[in-house]
């Protein structure tokens, strides 16, 4: 008994020692990192006590710990960032839908704006700004060298004022200026119409208004068309949105689907990840869908077109979206700012992720740029072409009804509509011929 007694000291004094030899490298390890990070900290107040001492200048002390705090966000990616208090309440403005600026959603690339797109309706996107152009120079000034929140400032202004960006473009040889009125930008979420037997639901950002206005759109819709039953399909246009409210996409997603996941996130660690899924209920009530983008839909826009491609509820139309496939949460500070933190991607419910890839669209439908010569052409309008029916002394046309002949002339003028609506929109005409194709071959018509 006292052999056993003393094997299992002697076993316990062993584990203690090896866990001791184990575990005393890790904590020298620990011990040593903080050590370096508090080092580095002590790096900083060296450099911040020097500058405010020997800069050339006096310095404001809050300004400069504020440039410090927004230069170590921005090196983690471009959305991450610091935002003052004013820059905070102006973001809480925007998510309201209405701030003053010119209209357009930028980002940073190769040290030059960039622009995601143009929000419908605002000065920017009256100017002629497009999506992927950049901004090379503000009132002649140089972009080069400032971080996207200075540029955005130098782009701010009072309501009213002019202000001249010079835009580098893609398929055009020179840069070239483009003069701009800033105004009150005032964000409608979303815009409805009938086209034909078509519902198009345009929404142009996701903001607090977003879901509230989709629904009661297409309730306005359906019901002006006479019933679900007068309705072939929807086109959901999310060309040139630029994303917003992640609760926002997922309600936009949901309305459209009756179950399954809309989208997952991940972050650092597995626990802080989350799936958000569709419950039971349409909008749309199972009618075909066609969702538009283009390399102007990011963020949110794309969490809504990866949902609906992959659940195969709708058909995805148009060129590559934009690739911006992670989460910014805004967390607020002490002194009423705040910071806006990438902290997860998401991912579509097949489990792909699209950051920096995009969503890639069903059919690839581009839109033709316009031709200032053809516009020019455009001007003049003409010479008619005559028919038969334009004859004097012609024969009437005795084999059909007057009825008969009345739905003839009907059928014609949507064609003609068709084929204006194909000149101002080539991708939407597309997406609308899709629905009209789907709804020819529906089994059991």
């Known amino acids: 008994m006292k052999k056993f007694l003393m094997a299992a000291s002697v076993g316990i004094l062993a584990g203690a020692i090896v866990t001791t030899q184990v575990a005393a490298p890790l904590l020298a390890q620990e011990a040593a990192k903080s050590s370096n990070v508090y080092e580095q900290l002590d790096l900083f107040g060296d450099i911040f006590e020097r500058i405010r001492g020997q800069y050339v200048e006096e310095v404001d ?243 809504v077109a990866g949902a609906l491609q992959d659940h195969r509820r709708a058909i995805v139309v148009g060129t590559k979206s934009f690739g911006k496939g992670s989460v910014q949460t805004v967390m607020p500070l002490r002194g009423d700012g705040a910071m806006r933190l990438t902290t997860s991607r998401y991912y579509t419910p097949s489990g792909r992720s699209i950051q920096a890839l995009g969503v890639s669209p069903d059919i690839i439908v581009a839109q033709p740029r316009r031709n200032p010569a053809t516009e020019e052409d455009e001007a003049t309008p003409p010479n008619p072409i005559r028919s038969e029916a334009d004859l004097r002394g012609r024969l009437n046309n005795d084999s059909l009804s007057e009825d008969e002949i009345r739905q003839i002339e009907e059928d014609r003028a949507r064609a003609e509509a068709a084929a204006k609506l194909r000149e101002e929109d080539y991708q939407l005409a597309y997406a609308i011929d899709i629905l009209k194709g789907l709804t020819k071959f529906v089994p059991g018509d």
């Open 61 to 303: 002390e809050g300004e400069l710990i504020e440039a410090a705090i927004n230069g170590m966000l921005t090196s983690l990616d471009p959305h991450s960032s610091y935002l003052s208090p004013e820059d905070a309440d102006a973001m809480r403005v925007q998510t309201r839908g209405e701030f003053g600026g010119l209209g357009i959603e930028v980002t940073q690339e190769d040290g030059f704006v960039k622009v995601v797109s143009p929000i419908d309706g605002t000065p920017a996107d009256e100017a002629g700004i497009e999506a992927g152009d950049f901004i090379t120079h503000v009132d002649g000034e140089s972009m080069l060298g400032f971080n996207l929140d200075e540029a955005v400032e130098l782009m701010r202004g009072p309501v009213g004022s002019e202000i001249i960006v010079t835009i580098v473009r893609e398929g055009v040889d020179e840069p070239f200026d483009v003069s701009i009125i800033r105004d009150t930008i005032k964000l409608t979420a979303v815009r409805t119409r009938i086209e034909g037997d078509t519902v198009v639901l345009r929404v142009t950002t996701f903001n607090d208004q977003t879901f509230p206005n989709l629904s009661a759109g297409i309730a306005k819709e359906i019901e002006e068309a006479g019933g679900i039953d007068n309705v072939n399909g929807f086109v959901l246009d999310l060309r040139n949105n630029p994303g917003g409210l992640l609760t926002q996409a997922i309600k936009v997603s949901d309305a459209f689907l009756d179950s399954g996941e809309i989208v997952s996130t991940r972050g650092r660690n597995p626990e802080d990840g989350d799936r958000y899924n569709a419950t039971s209920g349409d909008l749309a009530q199972n009618k075909p869908i066609v969702v538009l983008i283009n390399g102007g839909s990011a963020s949110a826009s794309e969490i």
